[in-house]
C-alpha cells in the first residue's frame, strides 16, 4: 500500500480524500495555490505545498509544479479529486514517466473516454443504445445539418472533449443549428483545446441517470447502484439521489447491465460513472440511452455511499495500488435512499451570480443520517477563482419520503452567511418541498422551465429565479 | 552508455539536494555537517534559530515576482522547485550580498522538471540577503532574494 499520496485537488473533495487517508494509515500532501493558503484541505492534509497563484492554469493545471510538488515529497501516487487534471490524460503519462501512480483508469482508458464522440461509436457497437446522432465527430456545418435534418429537431451539439455540462447547446431549427454549430466549436477550441463537436437528438425532459461502477486491474467490474441527477440548472446538478426513484426493476437491470458492458468494453479500472438519458415517461419504463462515461470520483460519489456502506475513495486507493476487489457482486446491497444538495455560493435569485466571500457563520446541520462534506470551515473566505461550491449536505433515510424530510430538516439548519454571501440553500429547500420532485416527476429541465424565460438554450434568466411553492 | 563521472555527478547533486532540504528544516542555522554514504551516517549540529536563517513563510499574495518589504524587494520563486545559487555545480552564484544588480538580472534559478527558470530582479539594487540556501526545494513564491532598491523604496518600479 501506498505511504503517501499527493491530492491534487482543492476544497471539499481534498479534505475528504484527505480522510480516508488517515483512516487509511497513508500521509498525505495538500497543495494550494495562494488563493487557498488558508484553506480547510491544508489542514486535513501531513504536509503542504503552495504550487502556484490563484489562476489554475499556473496552480492546480500546472502538472509539473504538481509532479515537482510529489516527487519533493516522496509521494507515491496522485489522487487528482475531480476537475483540473482528474481526467487529463498528458498528466497520468507524466505521472507514470516519473514512478508516481495517478488514481485513476490510466492515460489510454482517459484517452478514450476523453473524446465522447468515440465512446459513444464504441460502446453502440457494444450493444448500448445511444440516441440518434453522428456516427463519430461532424467535419463540417454541413454535415451538422444532413444528421439533423435526418435525426429531426431539436438537436445537442456537443464538445467531443467536453464534459461537466459544458460545450453543450440546443438547436431547435437549422437557423439555430448555424449559430450554435459555430459557438460550441469555438468555445470548445476555447475550453478544451479541441473544436469537434458532434450532433444527437436532444431530450427536453429526460431524467439523468448514472451507474457507479468499481473495478480493479484485473479484470472484476462490479456496479453499486445508479444515481438520478436530475434536477439540474443549465446542465449543473444541484440534487443527485439514491437510488432513482419510480424505476422499473426491469429498467434498472438493464441499466446495471448496460454500465458493466461499457466498463469492460473500455477496459477500464477504478471507478467510473457511466451516465444514462430515461426518456420521460410516468411508469419509469421508457427508454434509456447512453450519454458519456467519466473516470473519475464524482461530486455526487458520497449518495453511493451512504446507500451501499462503501468507502469509494478507499477502494479507488486500493485498486490503485493493484490489490483485486474483495467485493462480489452480491455482496453489493443497497440500503435505505441517500440525497445529496450542492450547497454553491450563488444568487439564484439574481441571475445565480456567483456571490462568495468570508464565511462569518457556518453552522452544519447535525443529527441522524447527516453528513456535510465541505471544504470550508466557520471564518474561511471562499475565494472567487474556483468553482462555488461551498458544501454538500447528504443525509441518509430508510426510504425517500424520510430522506426528504430529513434533507429539508438538515437544510433549515444549516447557515451560511457572510459579507457578500449568499448561498442556494433556500432554492434547494424549495426544490425538495416541490411536488414534482416530492412525486417524482422531475426531469433535467424541471428547475430551467421554472427559471429561465423559454427553453434552456443559454438565455440570460430574469431577476426573478424563484421555484413557486405549487407547479 | 554508462559514463562513470556522469553517475557521481549524479549522485553528488542528489545527495546535495538531500542536504539542502535536511538544512532547511533545521530550525537554526547549520554549525556542523557530517555525511558518510557507504555505511550511511549523518551527523549535524545546529545553532539557536535567528531571525534571517528562519524559514520565510511565503509572502501573503505573490502577484508578482517582487514584492515590498518595509524598503526592500523581495524576489520570489515563480514555481516549486529547486533553488540554485549559480548556474551549474561549480560555478559561481549569480549574485552575492553587496552585489548590485540591474533590473532583469538573474539573482537565483528554480530548477523544475529539469528546466531551469531563472529569477530575475524586477528593479535596479543591491543584495542585502540570499535567503533560500543553494539546492533546498522551494514553493510557489517563496523569498529568495533580498534588494534593496536604487534611489530608495520607491524606485525601481513597483
Redesign the interface.
Known amino acids: 500500500m501506498f505511504e503517501k499520496i499527493l491530492i491534487a485537488g482543492r476544497g471539499e473533495i481534498a479534505v475528504r480524500i484527505a480522510r480516508t487517508c488517515r483512516e487509511m494509515g497513508i500521509r498525505t500532501v495538500a497543495v494550494h495555490?495562494?488563493a487557498d493558503?488558508d484553506g480547510a484541505a491544508a489542514r486535513y492534509a501531513d504536509e503542504t505545498?503552495?504550487?502556484?497563484?490563484p489562476q489554475p492554469r499556473r496552480?492546480y493545471m500546472?502538472a509539473?509544479?504538481l509532479?515537482?510538488?510529489a516527487l519533493?515529497t516522496s509521494a507515491e501516487a496522485v489522487h487528482p479529486g475531480y476537475g483540473f487534471l482528474s481526467e487529463d490524460p498528458d498528466f497520468a503519462r507524466m505521472c507514470a514517466e516519473n514512478g508516481l501512480t495517478l488514481i485513476g483508469p490510466g492515460p489510454d482508458v482517459m484517452e478514450t473516454i476523453g473524446d465522447k464522440a468515440r465512446t459513444r461509436a464504441l460502446l453502440a457497437a457494444a450493444g448500448l443504445p445511444v440516441l440518434p446522432g453522428s456516427a463519430g465527430a461532424v467535419a463540417s456545418l454541413a454535415e451538422a445539418e444532413e444528421v439533423a435534418a435526418e435525426v429531426g429537431y431539436p438537436v445537442i451539439v456537443k464538445a467531443v472533449a467536453g464534459g461537466g455540462g459544458r460545450g453543450i447547446a440546443v438547436a431547435r431549427d437549422l437557423g439555430e443549428l448555424r449559430r450554435v454549430h459555430r459557438e460550441t466549436t469555438a468555445s470548445a477550441r476555447a475550453m478544451f483545446g479541441d473544436g469537434a463537436v458532434y450532433l444527437e437528438r436532444y431530450l427536453p425532459r429526460a431524467r439523468h441517470l448514472e451507474v457507479q461502477v468499481l473495478c480493479d486491474g484485473h479484470g472484476a467490474v462490479l456496479h453499486l447502484g445508479e444515481r438520478d441527477c436530475s434536477t439540474q440548472r443549465r446542465r449543473q446538478k444541484l440534487i443527485e439521489e439514491a437510488p432513482a426513484p419510480g424505476l422499473a426493476a426491469e429498467v434498472r437491470e438493464r441499466l446495471a447491465e448496460y454500465a458493466v458492458t461499457a466498463a469492460k468494453t473500455l477496459r477500464h479500472s477504478g471507478l467510473g460513472t457511466v451516465e444514462f438519458l430515461l426518456d420521460d415517461s410516468a411508469d419509469g419504463a421508457g427508454d434509456v440511452t447512453f450519454m458519456e462515461v467519466n473516470g473519475r470520483i464524482q461530486v455526487e460519489h458520497p449518495v453511493t455511499e451512504m446507500v451501499t456502506g462503501l468507502d469509494l475513495v478507499r477502494e479507488q486507493i486500493e485498486v490503485a495500488a493493484g490489490r483485486r476487489l474483495t467485493l462480489a457482486q452480491d455482496d453489493v446491497r443497497i440500503s435505505g435512499w441517500a440525497i445529496e444538495c450542492r450547497i454553491n455560493a450563488e444568487d439564484a435569485d439574481a441571475g445565480w451570480r456567483p456571490a462568495p466571500g468570508r464565511l462569518e457563520v457556518f453552522r452544519v446541520p447535525g443529527g441522524p443520517g447527516v453528513r456535510v462534506d465541505a471544504g470550508f470551515e466557520q471564518g474561511d473566505t471562499v475565494p472567487p477563482y474556483y468553482d462555488s461550491m461551498v458544501a454538500k449536505l447528504v443525509v441518509w433515510a430508510p426510504d425517500r419520503a424520510g430522506a426528504i424530510a430529513r434533507a429539508r430538516r438538515a437544510l433549515d439548519e444549516f447557515a451560511v452567511s457572510g459579507p457578500g454571501v449568499v448561498t442556494t440553500l433556500p432554492l434547494l429547500g424549495r426544490l425538495l418541498a416541490h411536488p414534482a420532485f416530492v412525486e417524482a416527476r422531475h426531469h433535467t429541465a424541471f428547475v430551467d422551465e421554472r427559471t429561465e424565460p423559454g427553453p434552456s438554450t443559454g438565455v440570460p434568466p430574469p431577476g426573478d429565479g424563484a421555484i413557486p411553492p405549487d407547479g | 552508455m554508462h559514463d562513470p563521472a556522469t553517475d557521481w555527478r549524479e549522485r553528488l547533486r542528489a545527495l546535495r539536494e538531500e542536504i539542502g532540504g535536511l538544512v532547511a528544516d533545521l530550525p537554526g542555522p547549520v554549525a556542523a555537517l557530517t555525511v558518510r554514504v557507504g555505511d550511511c551516517s549523518l551527523e549535524i549540529a545546529w545553532g539557536p534559530p535567528s531571525a534571517a536563517s528562519e524559514r520565510a513563510a511565503p509572502p501573503r499574495d505573490a502577484p508578482s515576482e517582487t514584492e515590498r518589504d518595509g524598503d526592500l524587494r523581495v524576489c520570489t520563486a515563480p514555481l516549486v522547485g529547486t533553488f540554485y545559487v549559480a548556474p551549474g555545480p561549480g560555478e559561481p552564484p549569480f549574485v552575492r550580498v553587496g552585489d548590485r544588480v540591474e533590473k532583469g538580472q538573474a539573482v537565483g534559478v528554480v530548477e523544475a522538471m529539469k528546466l531551469m527558470n531563472r529569477v530575475v530582479a524586477e528593479c535596479s539594487g543591491e543584495v542585502v540577503e540570499v535567503r533560500a540556501a543553494d539546492g533546498t526545494p522551494v514553493e510557489f513564491g517563496q523569498e529568495l532574494v533580498f534588494l534593496r532598491p536604487d534611489g530608495g523604496p520607491e524606485a525601481g518600479g513597483a
Do not use: H, K, L, M
Open positions: 495555490s495562494t493558503r505545498v503552495q504550487i502556484g497563484p496552480s500546472y509539473p509544479s509532479i515537482e510538488a519533493r
